[in-house]
Every structure is written in structure tokens, then in C-alpha cells.
């Protein structure tokens, strides 16, 4: 039997990672006790600060024990936090030290979603891969350069270090820690019993691509606008570096700084948004929405929308074309 702390963090937490994972490795816990006359997990809420009440409009959870209570743990769950990341890691610095020297006695470390951050301060993320919500992946990467953050991963796992995407993917993570530990088959009937979508890999496929611009170089300013506001068009980086008085080199340094991406990569990301806007219309042939991204090779499209996306450009308008959410009502 395994033992399991969900950890409860100071701060505005997320209780549906925290319940959410409490019920589901329950149920896996009694499932595989059917079959084997033992439980599989045996799992604790664990608290940091003593119970307050809760405020209008907020839930409560309620630790089974303290940090301090906990001497021999097999499995860490840090969940989301939602405040700002540097607050929330200088309000937990005995969450952070609890988990280092359990990590340390053997303990697998897991994070849901941008629970990441907190575990990112252990330092025990530092040099290896990790997920967290999409659209936090860039300020994750920001705050610790020594994290491998992959944006587009669902969930990584590392040397006994496990992290997943956003959102509901914690779900996800779950059934992966009931395969891990319990095996396949219970994974499978855990993901039937809660319809959870089993093996997905990606979270690509929800990303927004809405610009990185957040950032005081007017000149990249100016060359994203470009960019953005001529999607169809062909145009070459020694055009740009010309037109905004510039050699190549110090235009690609200075744009890669700014946005943390190449003129390039920026470029393919701007036309596959687009890309993927038209298909969800399906207004238009995939053939079409090529086209007006500025792609004339129907495979080099393909390739690098599969590369942003996750799935083909076929795949993805089909899933997602409004047409077919029309028909439904």
C-alpha cells in the first residue's frame, strides 16, 4: 500500500485538484481492493496552517493531518494555487522544505497544473522536463531558466518527478499515477467510471497563441505587426532587418530575446492561429486556409500545424468546425 499526501498550500488552492484527486484515487484504491482483498492507497489531506474559517463565496478543505504528522510519505501532490507565483512561493516555505527532504527520503513528487511553480522552488525541477498550464508556460520559464518547461506536454515524468498540463488535465495525471502504481487495467476502468479521456499526451491542441509582447523593444514590437497583420504574405527576415534599419543578426537577437521565440518560430505560431481560427469556421477547405497562411506546399503546412497543433489540420477541423456544433441544436 501506498501512501498518498495531497498537500494543501497556503492560499487561494484549488480544491477540485485536491478533492478531485482525493475521489478518484479513492475509488482506484477500493477498486483494486476488490480484486486483491488490500487497498491500494492510503491518502491524507495534509495541511500547513492551522484551519480558519473560509470567506463568502470560498470552499474550505479540511486536513486529515499536518505536515509535521507526516514522517514517511510514497507519493506528492502539490496542487494550483491561484495567486501570484512569487507570493505564493514566499507563504509556503515549509511546503517547499517538506517536500525537498521527502523527495529526498524516496518520495515521487507530482505538481497539478501551476502547482508547478511551487514545485519549480524546490529546486528539484531544475535541469528536467516539466508541464504546466499552457498559457503559464512562458512566466514558469521566465522565473526559473534552469526548468525545461514543455508547454505542449500533458505530463512529464522525470526521474520520480511528475507534472501535468492545465486545468482538468490533473485528471489525467491521476489515472496515470493509478497505472503507474495499480497497473493498466485498473488505469482503464478509473478512466471508464470517470470518463477521462485515457493516453491523452498533448495540451497543444487547446493553446491560444495570442502574441508575446510583453516586452519594451518598439522595434520587435513593430516586426510582430508585421508579421501579424501580413499573414499571407512572403516576406524575408534580411527585408525586415532592412526595413527597420538593421543588420540580420542583430534583428534575430534582439527578436529572440524579446519573445523567446526566432522570427521564424514566431511566424509559423502567428499563421497556424490563424490557420486553426479558419478551420474551426470550416467556411473553407484546408487547401484554402493554406493559402491564406502563406503556405503553397501542402506538406510543409501539414507538417509544421501538426508540429503547434498536435493533430492535422484535417483532424483539427473536423473536431472543432462550427458546422458541426450547428447540426447538434
Not at 177 to 187: C, T, V, W
Not at 262 to 273: A, G, L, N
Request: aromatic content about 8%; overall charge positive.
Amino acid at each position: 500500500m501506498k501512501h498518498v499526501s495531497i498537500l494543501i498550500p497556503q492560499g487561494d488552492v484549488s480544491v477540485v485538484n485536491i478533492m478531485g484527486s482525493f475521489q478518484i484515487l479513492g475509488a482506484a484504491s477500493g477498486q483494486y481492493q476488490q480484486q486483491s482483498r488490500k487497498p491500494l492507497f492510503e491518502i491524507d489531506l495534509v495541511g500547513f496552517a492551522p484551519v480558519t474559517s473560509s470567506k463568502p463565496g470560498t470552499a474550505q478543505v479540511i486536513p486529515t493531518k499536518l505536515w509535521s504528522e507526516i514522517l514517511v510519505t510514497d507519493l506528492i501532490i502539490i496542487p494550483a494555487v491561484h495567486n501570484d507565483p512569487s507570493l505564493v512561493i514566499q507563504e509556503n516555505q515549509e511546503l517547499i522544505q517538506f517536500v525537498k527532504e521527502q523527495y529526498k527520503n524516496g518520495a515521487v513528487v507530482s505538481s497539478l497544473c501551476i502547482g508547478a511553480y511551487l514545485l519549480a522552488a524546490t529546486g528539484l525541477l531544475n535541469g528536467r522536463n516539466c508541464s504546466i498550464h499552457w498559457q503559464h508556460a512562458p512566466y514558469l520559464q521566465k522565473m526559473f531558466p534552469q526548468v525545461q518547461v514543455k508547454g505542449e506536454r500533458l505530463i512529464t515524468d522525470q526521474q520520480g518527478i511528475i507534472t501535468s498540463g492545465g486545468a482538468y488535465a490533473f485528471t489525467n495525471l491521476v489515472v496515470y499515477l493509478i497505472e503507474k502504481y495499480g497497473g493498466r487495467d485498473l488505469a482503464v476502468l478509473i478512466s471508464k467510471l470517470f470518463m477521462i479521456d485515457i493516453d491523452r499526451k498533448y495540451q497543444s491542441i487547446y493553446q491560444l497563441f495570442a502574441g508575446q509582447k510583453e516586452h519594451q523593444d518598439e522595434t520587435v514590437l513593430q516586426v510582430q505587426e508585421y508579421i501579424e497583420n501580413n499573414i499571407g504574405d512572403k516576406f524575408t527576415i534580411d527585408q525586415l532587418a532592412v526595413d527597420h534599419n538593421l543588420v540580420r543578426r542583430t534583428l534575430e537577437r534582439r527578436f529572440r530575446q524579446a519573445t523567446g521565440n526566432s522570427i521564424i518560430e514566431y511566424t509559423q505560431k502567428v499563421r497556424m492561429e490563424a490557420a486553426k481560427m479558419n478551420l474551426e469556421k470550416g467556411r473553407k477547405t484546408v487547401s484554402e486556409v493554406m493559402y491564406d497562411c502563406g503556405y503553397t506546399d501542402s506538406k510543409a503546412f501539414r507538417d509544421v500545424f501538426k508540429k503547434c497543433v498536435g493533430l492535422s489540420p484535417l483532424e483539427y477541423r473536423k473536431k472543432y468546425m462550427m458546422e458541426g456544433v450547428n447540426k447538434i441544436h
